[in-house]
Structure formats: structure tokens, C-alpha cells
């Protein structure tokens, strides 16, 4: 697939929430877009403790692996090591405009807010912000400490948007799978795209 503007980076860390990860990497692949994946040491421990997955620490192992797993073309879903320096997401020249971190651990926020750059996600993170392009943080702690909130704001005065998985209730789920798509319904709906995940409000209601 050659550069276009579907394109999107993916950071997943070691926050818990896996199924928001899966879920959304799954709409991203079925609205055609190839995604850039960047998955953190700590983010593997969560998906074998979450769902029971077990992520190859190889790249290309991995590519393959979300491949199989969403049943699409290798091509589409490209995941890059830690230290892949060469990757297009290092390089304003090359990487997507728009960047999601689900979930973002209050480690990699930190690192972000600084520009630490240490590793691929935070770099690629620092390119979005520097290119100002569309960076989107999906926390997922409690409480949060004023280190955490400082951070937040630190970020969203500079053009990130903070979206915290914290699904509402006003859909009247019925599953952790609703609960879920209330999230990535939510993060889809900032990115622009078209979903029927959740119902939107005032939709459907008391209507006879």
C-alpha cells in the first residue's frame, strides 16, 4: 500500500486495557486503513493477562500474527519494533497525521509530555506533535495523581486530545463488549470516521 492519508499510527502500552486496543484496531483495519502498530514490552504482558494472546516480540512476526488474527492482507497492518528508527513513523516526512495511544499508560504520558523520544512510540508520538497532527491519549488509571493531571494538562494545551476509557452508561449496556465499543465508538468519532459501534444520543429514544 502506498502513502496516503489512511494511514494511522497505533500505540499500545502497558495500561490495562487490551480489548480497547483489539477493538479499535479492528475498525481501523475494516474502514481500510493501514496501521502503523507499536506495542510496548509491558503492553504484551497485559494482552497474555487480558485475553490471553500472546503478541510475537518480533516485528514482522507480529505483522503477521494481527494479519491472521483480523483476517486482512499483510500489508495493511505493519507493526514496528521499539528501536525501528527507520520506520515512516519516526519522520515528519513520512509518518500519519493522526496517532492514537490505547491504552496510554501514565508512563508513556509522562513521556510524551516531556519529548523524551526513547523509544519508537514516544518519537512517533513527538512527530505528530511537532507536525500538528492529530494526537489522541486513551489513559486508563485511577485515581490520578496530580503528576498524571499535570501531564494531561500539559497535553492538551498543546493540541492532544485526552480521552480517559471511561465509558458512560446512557447506551444501557448489556455486556463488557458494550462498555467497550462506547470507548472506541467515542475515539472513532474524533478521528473522523463513521461507526454504528453505539447508538448516539438523543437517537432512538422515546421515539414511537
Known amino acids: 500500500m502506498t502513502q496516503n492519508s489512511k ?9 490495562s486495557g487490551a480489548p480497547y486496543a483489539l477493538r479499535l484496531l479492528d475498525c481501523l483495519l475494516k474502514a481500510d486503513y493501514q496501521v502503523f502498530v507499536l ?5 504484551r504482558v497485559v494482552f497474555i493477562t487480558e485475553q490471553n494472546l500472546k503478541i510475537p516480540a518480533n516485528p514482522q512476526a507480529a505483522s503477521q500474527f494481527f494479519a491472521e488474527y483480523f483476517q486482512v492482507q499483510q500489508q495493511q497492518v505493519r507493526v514496528c519494533g521499539k528501536d ?3 520506520s515512516p513513523v519516526a519522520s515528519g516526512s513520512a509518518a500519519p497525521k493522526q496517532m492514537v495511544v490505547c491504552p496510554c499508560s501514565t508512563g508513556t504520558l509522562s513521556a510524551i509530555a516531556s519529548g523524551a523520544s526513547d523509544n519508537l512510540i514516544e518519537r512517533a508520538a513527538d512527530v505528530v506533535i511537532k ?17 498524571h493531571l499535570e501531564n494531561m494538562l500539559k497535553l492538551s494545551q498543546i493540541g492532544a486530545t485526552i480521552m480517559p476509557a471511561a465509558p458512560g452508561f446512557y447506551h ?17 468519532d474524533h478521528l473522523g470516521l463513521d461507526q454504528n459501534l453505539m447508538e448516539r444520543w438523543g437517537y432512538g429514544k422515546g421515539e414511537s
Open 39 to 43: 506495542i510496548s514490552s509491558a503492553a
Open 131 to 147: 507536525e500538528k497532527g492529530q494526537l489522541i491519549l486513551v489513559p486508563r488509571e485511577m485515581p490520578l495523581s496530580t503528576i
Open 7 to 15: 494511514q494511522i499510527t497505533l500505540a499500545i502500552t502497558g495500561a
Open 172 to 188: 444501557n449496556p448489556q455486556s463488557i463488549q458494550d462498555l467497550v465499543d462506547f470507548v472506541v465508538a467515542r475515539i472513532l
Open 84 to 86: 525501528e528508527w527507520f
